[in-house]
């Protein structure tokens, strides 16, 4: 063998072998560190829907990273009360929540403006606002003042209006009627005579049951049968007009995500961004079974008349008004939601609207 070709050819091999040795493990470890995170939801595990965007983000993350990054959902009030998930990210008890913004108006309005507001955009039209309208960018201008960085991750669709014990018809219906809405919904209504009231999951059968209660809302038939309102407030109105396309968020510190190096940032971005989409592909899956075997079991179905809708409207414009004149963060994301609103709108009424208004009628006649 000639010697200069078998020392050229040992050479070769021996530098392939070193760099096998010295480049897969390294590679991998700095691709992936371990990271253990801890998640806040504000929901509990019963509604499967919502709680389970944090069990479906926490997956992806996992498999994505061979279980170097893991995060370890608590249901609300395992670690914090449900409502101060995003206080307590804000303040590093845990390194991200999983919640919704409309949650803590009561702080500033502006908070709800990347869930949802009254007679605002359906949830197409959110993500649309969100994603490619500049919204995730306003909004996260705002958490940032928060401590906090936010990505959608989910969406229930439109809500429902609620279950009252009696019909409601006109305006005038509405006068001191005891109504479990909150934020910015009870807000608008209190203009209208209703009497908002605060209570938490657990405690709004049994007072619908005993009469302390007038009306309650809740989310929609997947999550709201589950609750059994139909036995004690029969009446099921539609549609939830202060929630057209409510935005679920992931919430985390600023400071821990800032700290996670690029790859683990798109990854969980991408992340939620598919849970975004599951969450609202999951309850238009669902709720047409369950609104189907609430009227089985007694739930009357009613839509607002036209003339509560309109009072709403203008109540909830007036709302609007005093907030944009006393909030410029709020108006300055208020504006661009109603810039986008407009065309929204306008487009969805061309196409989408007269499709599905004409299978809709198919539907009713039974030719589906």
């Given at each position: 063998m000639d010697r200069r070709?078998?020392?050229?050819?040992a050479g070769l091999a021996g530098a392939g072998a070193v760099a096998a040795t010295t480049l897969a493990a390294p590679a991998i470890a700095q691709t992936n560190p371990k990271i253990n995170w801890r998640l806040a939801s504000s929901f509990p595990k019963s509604?499967?829907?919502?709680?389970?965007?944090?069990?479906?983000?926490?997956?992806?993350v996992s498999e994505a990273t061979d279980g170097n990054f893991t995060i370890q959902p608590f249901a609300g009030g395992e670690l914090v009360p449900g409502l101060q998930a995003a206080d307590a990210a804000a303040a590093g008890t845990v390194e991200m929540c999983h919640t919704v913004g409309?949650?803590?108006?009561?702080?500033?309005?502006?908070?709800?403006?990347?869930s949802a507001v009254p007679f605002s955009l359906n949830a197409r039209g959110m993500n649309a606002w969100l994603y490619q309208g500049g919204g995730n960018d306003l909004y996260n201008e705002f958490l940032d003042s928060q401590g906090?960085?936010?990505?959608?991750?989910?969406?229930?669709?439109?809500?429902?209006?609620?279950?009252?014990?009696?019909?409601?018809?006109?305006?005038?219906?509405?006068k001191g009627l005891k109504f479990r809405v909150g934020g910015f919904a009870g807000k608008v209504l209190e203009k209208l005579g209703v009497v908002p009231q605060q209570l938490a999951g657990g405690d709004i059968y049994p007072a619908l049951e005993k009469g302390t209660l007038d009306a309650a809302e809740w989310?929609?038939?997947?999550?709201?049968?589950?609750?059994?309102?139909?036995?004690?407030?029969?009446?099921?109105?539609?549609?939830?007009?202060?929630?057209?396309g409510p935005t679920v968020h992931f919430m985390f510190n600023k400071a821990k995500w800032e700290e996670l190096p690029a790859s683990y940032k798109a990854l969980l971005r991408v992340a939620a961004q598919a849970t975004d989409a599951n969450m609202l592909q999951k309850y238009d899956y669902v709720n047409p079974g369950a609104v189907k075997s609430l009227v089985a079991n007694g739930a009357q179905l009613r839509p607002f008349s036209q003339e509560i809708l309109s009072a709403c409207f203008d109540a909830t414009n007036e709302v609007y008004a005093e907030?944009?004149?006393?909030?410029?963060?709020?108006?300055?994301?208020?504006?661009?939601?109603?810039?986008?609103?407009?065309?929204?709108?306008?487009?969805?009424?061309?196409?989408?609207?007269?499709?599905?208004?004409?299978?809709?009628?198919?539907?009713?006649?039974?030719?589906?």
């Open positions: 070709s078998f020392i050229g050819k509604l499967d829907t919502i709680y389970g965007g944090a069990d479906v983000l926490s997956k992806y409309y949650y803590y108006w009561g702080k500033d309005p502006t908070w709800a403006l990347g906090l960085y936010g990505l959608p991750g989910g969406n229930t669709g439109v809500q429902m209006g609620g279950w009252f014990r009696k019909e409601i018809n006109t305006v005038a219906d509405l989310v929609g038939p997947y999550d709201d049968e589950k609750l059994g309102f139909y036995k004690v407030a029969p009446y099921y109105y539609y549609p939830g007009w202060w929630e057209g907030m944009e004149a006393t909030n410029a963060p709020f108006k300055k994301i208020w504006d661009s939601i109603k810039a986008f609103r407009k065309e929204h709108f306008l487009w969805a009424q061309i196409g989408e609207y007269n499709y599905d208004t004409f299978m809709m009628i198919q539907q009713r006649n039974n030719k589906l």
